[in-house]
């Protein structure tokens, strides 16, 4: 007879302890921390990727305006008032 009844109650006290566990590993607080944990650790890779977009950017305009200055045609003397 105490058999089920210990059953009952061990049943009763692990489900308890596993909604404590699942409602703790999902309160805000830990998922603002995790979430904090993963910008420390990308912000640095993001940074560098934007360094090297910027310079590429940079060499991109001052190649871009080189072909556009080649390309274009000269333009003929003004007239002169003589």
Excluded at 25 to 50: C, D, F, G, I, T
């Amino acid at each position: 007879m105490e058999e089920p009844e210990m059953q009952l109650k061990g049943k009763k006290v692990t489900d308890k302890f596993t909604e404590s566990v699942y409602v703790l590993a999902n309160e805000p607080s830990v998922a603002l921390y995790r979430l904090q944990e993963h910008v420390r650790r990308s912000l640095p890779e993001l940074a560098q990727h934007k360094a090297d977009m910027q310079r590429w950017e940079e060499q991109s305009q001052g190649a871009i305006y080189t072909v556009e200055y080649a390309c274009s045609p000269e333009e003929p003397p003004p007239p002169s008032s003589a």
